[in-house]
């Protein structure tokens, strides 16, 4: 080694309670190249808002790190279902299109808390990665910081400009990254740049990725450096994230995952990945999530998938569960068979759209008859539990005919598992940079060229909240009717509400479609920027 640090702290700042799986890893994954090095894990999503401050300062007091980690997790503008300040969706969704003024002014209320919400969390998250620089140059002033995460991948280029210079902006995995920093090594020819000082490349986030071979987390390890490891212990249904992959080689329009986590699929030894939920298994923990981007991502991976649920079951791992989300088009009768065996007791499918037509305009390479017939084969195998199914409404090119196709094929997923055991959770598109639909956006002039994507303003967030007219105020009228009949089961009582108002396509509609591209100018965009 030719670098003097050899304490390093990784910070995750504060989020909902999801296991920090990223922290987690990179932390292994160091200790096993640098047994020397001292490490610490402190998660701030298992403290107390209002202790904040002091307990980030007072962990870097105890531990004197000579580099911080931070990873930032959500920057979550919209979401479908409630959360910070309340139901963001349903706020937007009152203030521009309810014709009741009072419940108009409820949604305006309702987003200004959010929006004061999220720039306060955006402030607070800054200011503790000040505060945490600064009183670790208390002990070490050449101290540094390296800032990394979900949130950081998506806005490295606006978080950039309000992070304290020096900062290291990591985009994607930033295993390589930490591994030259430790060395001494130059590590800007990795996916990142310096805040203040130098600027990010050109479609840096488009770079792939460092291939690593991925062994089993050693948590007896993290356990030693992370106090805070039996918070996600305790309770008894939570899930725990285990990686089997890395990488999802689709192209769907709206979709980020393929450009942070690069169209490489790396596959991580199946003896590993059970060795690894042994461990936890032996803590306690029956409930798994595997946190790729889709479990099986195409079909050259079923085999994997079938090897990986064998070793689980020759594991003896036999009272587990197990969720994740699922490309249904490549399940086999033998993989249904597997996963009903090893525990899988709930999934998710984000086909987007009912509707063969659409689903091939947004490059997402489903075959909607072919998920329905492995869906037939997964119930016959025994599976009775819940299917979650991802619409995302009106992202391009939709009609009320599409409309009805989605419904014809949402009815035969309930046919399939059950109309309880189906639940249709409604997304409307929150637009993000680096995807195709932001390229199309910009081509439609949608956007203009210097718009902020972490802009929460009116005028800005009507036009990220992907519901474009003709059909944005049909769809602003019926979610609104939907909270207002019954707003615990928000989706089926969409789904009911456009049946009523539309009618249902017959199902061979909805899984046939003519070879045609999308809209010319939508075409132009999506295939221009393909590649």
Known sequence: MTTNIDRVLYVRL??????????VYLADHLHKLFPEIKQRIFDLGAIPPLDFNGALEQCIDEFKPQLLVFSWRDIQIYAPVGGRGGNPLQNAFEFYYATNPFVKLRGALGGLR???????ELWRNQGLIRRGLKRARRYHPEARVVVGGGAVSVFYEQLGRSLPQGSII???????????LLRGQEFQDERCYIAGETQPRERLIHEKPAPIEKTACNYDYIASIWNQFNYYLLDQDFYLGVQTKRGCPHNCCYCVYTVIEGKQVRINPADEVVAEMRQLYDRGIRNFWFTDAQFIPARRYIQDAIELLQKIIDSGMEDI????????????PELCDLMVKTGMNYFEIGITSGSQELVRKMRMGYN??????????????????????????????????????????????????GREKVEPAIFFIGLQPHTHLEDYALEQEVLKPDYNPMSLMPWTARKLLWNPEPLGSFFGEVCLE????????????VMDILEERLGRAELDEALSAPIVEASPAAAKSLVATSG
């Open 14 to 23: 504060p989020c909902n309670p999801i296991f920090p799986i990223g922290v």
């Open 170 to 180: 990591s985009v994607g995995e930033g295993e390589v990254l930490l591994e030259k």
């Open 368 to 417: 909607l008859r072919v998920v329905l017939e492995n869906c037939r084969d997964l119930k016959a195998a025994g599976f009775n539990d819940l299917v979650s199914v991802n619409y995302s409404f009106n992202v391009i090119d939709e009609t009320y005919e599409t409309i009805r196709q989605t419904i014809a094929y949402h009815r035969e997923l309930e046919q399939i598992f």
């Open 482 to 493: 939907a909270w207002q009949r019954n707003a615990n089961d928000f989706g089926r009582e």
């Open 114 to 120: 959010l929006a004061g919400s999220y720039y306060g």
């Open 321 to 332: 569960h197990w969720a994740a989300y699922i490309r249904a088009d490549n399940l086999t």
